[in-house]
Every structure is written in structure tokens, then in C-alpha cells.
């Protein structure tokens, strides 16, 4: 059992949620937590005070982290003979001691640590502006957006970030590289852009989007994360990133689900993403029909 240093400390203090309250969540939801992040290289969101402290993101392992924790040598691009030792979480132990290290958000790579190279994850990231764009249009983003991957071939799934938007993600068969997935993601998004400009854009640039939810594909390259399932946010009320079920879509908001209503859901719904992988599908055969 880890012993969880300094249980009281209040991390959240808008919602009174306190550190020990954090690792007891993370221990709550291992069962369904812990299959979104097996394997898969960590980077790590840690605020040792709290949301109102000071926070960072963490890729490289630090070195007070145990012996007995997983790391995965992973090579820098760009970069020969250069790595970055990334935690891997793949097993209880490990989520509890990595939540009792103040990790309030656990970010994932959309491949695994034995084939780094193949993403076996495609993500859209809904991002709506902050004025102008209400739930209605990003509702049917989403919908537009699991319609047009179906037409793909592809089985699309949707969480709640516990931000602004949504994610819709389709499990792939890791037959294909970054660079393929990337184009893949790309080309579904410009088509869904063209098909309502009015609502939809791929411009990064956030002044050239006006009023417009941004289709974000930038997640899916090499290096690059997105939030995990079950994951808290660094936000006030302790708002969790949930996967749904698309009926849900028009009942959920992008933060509606905090960390207590997350434990009390579980408690009679099953994890809408628990079978993901058994959706698996070719994201080359996804190119050669949206192509």
C-alpha cells in the first residue's frame, strides 16, 4: 500500500477537494482508468499545491521516482541518440503513487511504447471558440464528425474533455504510421470544414477563425497527447475527462462530470470505452476511402 503523504491538503479549493480525496478517486477508477493508459508513455500534468499553485507539464521520469516504476526509453526526434524516460502506468500501484505525487492529469500518447512509431488512436479535438459558438453547434460537430469517420470505415468514440469540448477518437490497428494518421485526421477534418464553413474551421491561427469551433488534428503526431479517459483536470470543481456514449451526447456537457459524479456514474454505468480496441480499423483503408 502507498502511504499518501499530506491527505488534507486542498488541491481543489472552490469544490473542497483535498489530495487524499484526489488518490482516493485514482484508486476508485484503476479498473477503468488503468486500460486507457497501459503501455502508453505518460507525460504528466503536477501541481504539488494545489490548482491555485503552480503547475507543469512532466515528461521526463524524475529521478526521486522509484526503481519499481515502468519507464520507456523513447527517442527524441530530430534528435540522434537522444531520449526521454517517460513513466508508463500499468498497474494500480503505480496510478496511486503517481496521484499521491500531485499528478492531477494524466496525458497519453496515442501509440504504445513497444511500436512508438504506430498510432493505434486517431483523435479529433473539438474546440470551440470562447464566445459565439454554443453546445448545439458542438454537438453536431461531434455527430458530423463520428458520421463522416463511420463512412470511413472507422468506429468513433466521444469523451468529454472536462474543458471546452469534446474529443472524438476512432481505435486504429497500428498498421499505419504518424504520418499516414496525421494525413488521415487532416483530410476528415478539412472535409467536415468545407462541408459547413459557416461553423466548422481547420485554421490555426485563432484570428482566423472568427467564431468557429476549430477541428484540432495537431494530436496526432509523434510525441504529441491527449487527455486520458477518467482523467481529473486542473480546473476549478475537479471536472473529469469522461467517455460517453453517443446517445449521452445531447444530455452531457464538456465539464459536466466532476470527480463525484464520475464515482457515483460508475457505480451503475459501464466505461463506453471499454471494448475500444476491439473497433480496431485500418486507417490506411480510411485514407484510400476519403481520398
Not at 491527505?7 to 486507457?36: M, Q, S
Not at 530530430?78 to 526521454?84: D, K, L, Q
Not at 474529443?167 to 498498421?175: C, R, S
Amino acid at each position: 500500500m502507498i502511504e499518501v503523504s499530506n491527505p488534507g491538503k486542498v488541491f481543489y479549493p472552490g469544490a473542497g477537494v483535498t489530495k487524499g480525496d484526489v488518490v482516493a478517486y485514482h484508486r476508485a477508477v484503476a479498473e477503468v482508468l488503468l486500460p486507457h493508459l497501459r503501455g502508453r508513455p505518460l507525460t504528466l500534468r503536477r501541481y504539488p499545491d494545489g490548482i491555485d499553485g503552480e503547475g507543469w507539464f512532466q515528461k521526463e521520469a524524475s529521478a526521486h521516482f522509484p526503481d519499481w516504476l515502468r519507464i520507456a526509453e523513447v527517442p527524441r526526434r530530430g534528435e540522434p541518440g537522444e531520449t526521454v524516460r517517460h513513466v508508463v502506468c500499468d498497474d494500480a500501484d503505480t496510478l496511486t503513487y503517481l496521484a499521491d505525487q500531485a499528478t492531477i492529469e494524466f496525458h497519453v500518447w496515442l501509440s504504445t511504447a513497444d511500436r512508438l512509431d504506430c498510432p493505434d488512436l486517431l483523435v479529433l479535438d473539438l474546440d470551440p471558440p470562447e464566445r459565439g459558438s454554443g453546445l448545439t453547434d458542438l454537438r453536431r460537430a461531434a455527430r458530423s464528425a463520428r458520421d463522416l469517420l463511420g463512412e470511413l470505415g472507422l468506429t468513433p468514440f466521444v469523451q468529454t474533455t472536462g474543458g471546452r469540448g469534446y474529443h472524438v477518437v476512432a481505435p486504429l490497428d497500428a498498421g499505419t504510421g504518424f504520418d499516414g494518421v496525421r494525413e488521415l485526421a487532416r483530410g476528415a477534418a478539412d472535409r467536415l470544414a468545407r462541408s459547413d464553413p459557416d461553423r466548422l474551421t481547420t485554421a490555426h491561427r485563432k484570428d482566423r477563425r472568427g467564431d468557429r469551433i476549430f477541428l484540432d488534428t495537431n494530436r496526432n503526431a509523434y510525441g504529441q497527447t491527449f487527455v486520458a479517459p477518467y482523467s481529473l483536470r486542473a480546473r476549478p470543481g475537479a471536472p473529469v475527462a469522461t467517455p460517453v456514449d453517443w446517445a449521452e451526447l445531447s444530455r452531457v456537457e464538456p465539464a459536466g462530470f466532476d470527480l463525484r459524479k464520475v464515482l457515483r456514474r460508475l457505480t451503475r454505468k459501464a466505461d463506453p470505452w471499454r471494448d475500444i480496441h476491439a473497433h480496431a480499423a485500418s486507417a490506411a483503408r480510411a485514407l484510400e476511402k476519403l481520398g
